[in-house]
C-alpha cells in the first residue's frame, strides 16, 4: 500500500480467515477489505458463513488461521471486549437488547468504552432527537419495545458507543416491510456521517441498494466480488442468491 | 403483655436477626447464580471459613497465627500473580494447543509446591516478630471475614468453575465440581482446627462487642430481653444488603453484572470484559458469607468444620423459596426461613428445626417451583 500513497489504507483488512465449530469449517479462507466511508455487504444464502464472519472479526469465535487487521493493528485472537474498546462495534443478529434493564440503561450500558465521556450527554441528546420512540420510553424496560424499535434501540446503543466501524448482522430480520425500510433509512443516514458499515444481510436486493462494495458468500468462500452495480447486473449471481 | 403475646414477641425478635444471617448467606447462592446459572455448593464452606477467620482473629493466642499467615500469603501472592500473567500464560500459549492444559497442571502444581516451600520460612519469621498474643478489634476481625471469604470464594473461581467454562462443560460438572472444592474446603479446615485447637470445635468469646460505643449488656423491655448484638446483626446486615441493592442498580460494574446475567456474548460485544465481572460477583458472594458466617458465630459462638451443613440447606430453600437468582427474593426467603424455624422450634421442639426446612424447600417445589419472586429465565437480574 506505501507504493500509492494517493489510496488510503482500508480500515479493516481480513486476510485468509478460517473459523470452524469443531471439526466442522464455516469459513474456508475468507479476505476481504473495508475502505474509508464505505458500506460494504456480505451477501449470501443462510449458512454460507456471513454470521461467523462477524463474529470471528468481533472475537466471539477464534480463527484458525488467518489475519484481521483494524486500522493498521493485528486484533487477531483478541478477546472480544478488547476489540469492541477499539471501536468495532457489532449490531448481533436478532437485536440482542438487555430486555430487562430500562431503555436508557440499555443505550448507556456499552459507553463505558468511551474516553470523551463530555460528549455522552449530547450524544445521548442526540439519539433521543433521531428516536423520539425512545426518550418517550426511555425508562420502560427494554423488552417492552416492539420489533423495530428494539432494533432502533440496538443500533442507538451501537452509535452511542462512537463505532470506528459498524458491523451489522441482519438487521432487517423479521422485521415488517415497513420498518425494513425504516431501517435501511436509517443505515444510509449513518453511512452520510462517514461511518464505514459491515453488513450483512440475506436482503440481498436492500443490501445491493445501499452498499458501495459487495462481496458473495458461499458455503465458507467467496465466490464473487464487485461493486453493487456489477453485482446486480449479474443474471447468475441473482439468481442464485436473490432468490 | 400476657405471656404467649411476649413469647411470641421474643421469637419474632430472635427470628428476624437469625433471618438477617440466612439472607446474607443466601444472597451469596443467588448472586453466583444469576450470573452463571450454576449453584455454588462450596459456599456454605465459604461461610463456615468466615466463621473461623473470625474466631481466630477475636482470640488473642490465635490472632498472631492468623496475621503471620495472611501476611505471609499477601507476600506471595503478588509475585505469583505476576508470574502467572506475565511469563507462565504467554508461553503455555506458544505450545502446541494439546499439551496446553497437561503442561500447565504440572508447572501449576510444582509452583504451588515451591510456593509452600517459601512460604513457611516467612511465616516463621512473621510469627517471630509478632508478639505471642494480640488482641485484634472485633471489627478489624470482621474485615478479616469478609475479605476472607471473598479470597476464598474468588479462589474457587479460578478453580473450580473458569476451567470448567473454558471448555464449555455442562453446568452439571460445574455443580459437582463445587462439591468437590467444598469438600477439600472443609477438609483444610478440618485439619486447621486440629491444629490450632487439638480438636474439631472452638467458640466465639461471649458478647462481642463490634464497635467501642455498642452496649453489651441485655436490654429489658418488660418481659422481653433483646441482646445488642441481634440489633447489631440485623444492622450490619441490611446495611450490606441495601448496598449491595445501590451497587447492582446505580453503579457501573452492576449494571454490567445485570448484563452478563442477561447474555454473556451480548455483554463481551458491548465491551464489558466477562471475566473480570465474574471476579467481582465470587469476590461479592463470597464476602457475603464470610460476613455471615462470623455473624453467626457471634450468636452461636460454637464453630465446628461442618456448620456449613446445615446452613446449606437453609440457603438453598430460601433462594428456591424466592426465586433462584433473584437477589431481592434470596433476601425475602432468608427471612420466612428464619421464621418458619423459630417458630417449629417454639411450638413444636428444636429437633424438627431442620426437618421443617427441607418440608418447605419441598413444598415450594412441587407447589411453586419458581419461587415467589421468580421470573422466566430471560428476566433474571
Known amino acids: 500500500m506505501k507504493s500509492k500513497p494517493e489510496t488510503s489504507h482500508p480500515i479493516l483488512e481480513v486476510t485468509n480467515l478460517q473459523t470452524s465449530y469443531g471439526s466442522i469449517r464455516a469459513l474456508n479462507g475468507i479476505s476481504f477489505r473495508i475502505m474509508h466511508g464505505q458500506v460494504v455487504s456480505l451477501i449470501g444464502a443462510n449458512g454460507a458463513g456471513k454470521s461467523t464472519t462477524l463474529n470471528t472479526i468481533s472475537g466471539i469465535l477464534k480463527a484458525d488461521t488467518g489475519q484481521i487487521v483494524f486500522f493498521e493493528e493485528d486484533i487477531t485472537g483478541l478477546s472480544a471486549h478488547h476489540i469492541t474498546r477499539r471501536h468495532l462495534i457489532q449490531v448481533p443478529e436478532g437485536r440482542q437488547i438487555i430486555a430487562n434493564m430500562s431503555v436508557l440503561e440499555n443505550l448507556m450500558i456499552g459507553a463505558h468504552i468511551r474516553l470523551d465521556k463530555a460528549k455522552v450527554q449530547t450524544d445521548l441528546e442526540g439519539i433521543f432527537e433521531r428516536f423520539p420512540r425512545l426518550q418517550e420510553r426511555r425508562k420502560q424496560k427494554a423488552g417492552s419495545l416492539s420489533g423495530g424499535e428494539q432494533q432502533m434501540l440496538a443500533v442507538g446503543r451501537a452509535l452511542m458507543m462512537r463505532p470506528r466501524l459498524l458491523m451489522l448482522d441482519e438487521p432487517s430480520m423479521g422485521l415488517a416491510p415497513l420498518l425494513v425500510n425504516e431501517v435501511f433509512a436509517l443505515i444510509a443516514e449513518i453511512k452520510s456521517q462517514g461511518i464505514p458499515i459491515l453488513l450483512v444481510e440475506q436482503n440481498a436486493r436492500k443490501a445491493l441498494q445501499i452498499a458501495d462494495y459487495v462481496y458473495v458468500l458461499d458455503r465458507g468462500q467467496i465466490v464473487n466480488e464487485g461493486s453493487a452495480q456489477e453485482i446486480q447486473q449479474d443474471t447468475d449471481i441473482l439468481s442464485a442468491y436473490l432468490g | ?381
Open chain 2, 1 to 381: 403483655m400476657d405471656l404467649l403475646t411476649s413469647t411470641t414477641v421474643q421469637q419474632i425478635i430472635n427470628a428476624v436477626s437469625v433471618g438477617a444471617i440466612y439472607a446474607l448467606f443466601a444472597l451469596g447462592y443467588a448472586l453466583v447464580f444469576s450470573i452463571l446459572g450454576v449453584l455454588n455448593l462450596a459456599h456454605s464452606a465459604i461461610f463456615m471459613w468466615g466463621a473461623f477467620i473470625g474466631m481466630l482473629a477475636l482470640d488473642p493466642e490465635k490472632a498472631p497465627i492468623l496475621i503471620a499467615f495472611s501476611i505471609a500469603a499477601l507476600l506471595l501472592s503478588i509475585p505469583s500473580i505476576l508470574l502467572e500473567k506475565r511469563i507462565v500464560q504467554p508461553q503455555l500459549l506458544r505450545l502446541p494447543h494439546q499439551s496446553q492444559r497437561f503442561v500447565g497442571l504440572i508447572v501449576r502444581v510444582v509452583a504451588l509446591y515451591l510456593l509452600w516451600q517459601i512460604g513457611r520460612p516467612i511465616y516463621g519469621i512473621l510469627i517471630g516478630i509478632l508478639p505471642e498474643t494480640m488482641i485484634i478489634p472485633a471489627i478489624i476481625a470482621f474485615v478479616f471475614s469478609v475479605l476472607g471469604g471473598g479470597i476464598l470464594s474468588v479462589i474457587l473461581e479460578f478453580t473450580a468453575f473458569r476451567p470448567l467454562r473454558a471448555r464449555n462443560a455442562a453446568r452439571l460438572a460445574q455443580l459437582v465440581s463445587s462439591i468437590g472444592a467444598a469438600l477439600v474446603l472443609v477438609n483444610v479446615a478440618q485439619i486447621a482446627f486440629d491444629w490450632l485447637y487439638n480438636r474439631t470445635e472452638g467458640y466465639y468469646p461471649r458478647d462481642v462487642q463490634l464497635l467501642p460505643f455498642i452496649p453489651t449488656e441485655t436490654w429489658i423491655i418488660g418481659d422481653l430481653r433483646i441482646t445488642p448484638i441481634r440489633v447489631v446483626i440485623l444492622v450490619i446486615a441490611l446495611g450490606l444488603m441495601v448496598a449491595l441493592q445501590y451497587m447492582v442498580t446505580k453503579t457501573q460494574i452492576g449494571q454490567q453484572m445485570r448484563a452478563v446475567a442477561f447474555n454473556q456474548r451480548i455483554s463481551s460485544l458491548l465491551g464489558i470484559d466477562v471475566s473480570r465481572v465474574y471476579i467481582v460477583t465470587f469476590f461479592l458472594a463470597g464476602a457475603f458469607g464470610g460476613a455471615a458466617g462470623m455473624l453467626f458465630g457471634m450468636v452461636f459462638l460454637n464453630v465446628t468444620p461442618f456448620i456449613g451443613e446445615s446452613i446449606a440447606l437453609v440457603g438453598l430453600t430460601a433462594i428456591v423459596l424466592g426465586g433462584l437468582g433473584s437477589i431481592n427474593g434470596a433476601v425475602l426467603g432468608g427471612f420466612i426461613v428464619a421464621f418458619i424455624q423459630t417458630a417449629s422450634v417454639t411450638f413444636g421442639g428444636s429437633s424438627y428445626r431442620n426437618a421443617i426446612v427441607f418440608i418447605l424447600l419441598f413444598l415450594v417445589l412441587l407447589l411453586r417451583p419458581q419461587g415467589i419472586l421468580g421470573q422466566a429465565e430471560e428476566n433474571r437480574a
